[in-house]
């Protein structure tokens, strides 16, 4: 068996203006096959996140004058609870919360975290972090 770099094959495709999916690519390999795919659509998932969400949301900093902006994606039934021993390292005051469950899910996932992170790197954008540990939130619970 001849072993191809997915990757390899996806970047001549996307030269050769080649639809990479499974009607033009046959591969033993399926895995490697599906995480192209995935992150092909990743990407465009997060391009439309970026329009509906993100970036509304640092244009409404960027007009109040700040320079950074840090926002926290949350689900959109979770609650946040700071403990007062632990204040939030950024002021409250300046995080700004997107609230969407397919964000959350998303991001939930580290090679999504990544792809984002390249996206927005690509649109220019410095110091990102992008994370899914230490913001204290509490999904109320049903009785």
């Given amino acids: 068996s001849y072993d191809t770099n997915m990757y390899e094959i996806k970047e001549a495709c996307d030269f050769f ?6 009607a033009t690519i046959l591969s033993e390999n399926l895995s490697a096959f599906m995480n192209e795919l995935s992150n092909d659509g990743a990407r465009r998932k997060f391009e439309s996140f970026l329009q509906s969400d ?8 960027a007009t109040k004058g700040e320079r950074d902006c840090h926002i926290v994606c949350l689900k959109e039934d979770d609650t946040v609870e700071w403990d007062p021993e632990y204040p939030p390292a950024v002021g409250e005051d300046l ?7 397919e964000i959350s899910r998303f991001l939930k996932y580290i090679e999504n975290r990544e792809i984002a992170k390249t996206v927005l790197q690509e649109k220019g954008l410095k110091r990102i972090r992008l994370g899914i540990e230490g913001f204290p939130t509490h999904k109320e619970k049903v009785k």
């Avoid at 203006?17 to 499974?22: A, D, V």
Wanted: glycine residues 0%; without cysteine; proline residues 10%.
């Fill in 17 to 22: 203006l080649i639809p990479f999916n499974t």
């Fill in 95 to 101: 995080l700004s919360v997107v609230k969407n469950n």
């Fill in 54 to 61: 993100i970036v509304p949301t640092m244009a409404d900093a």
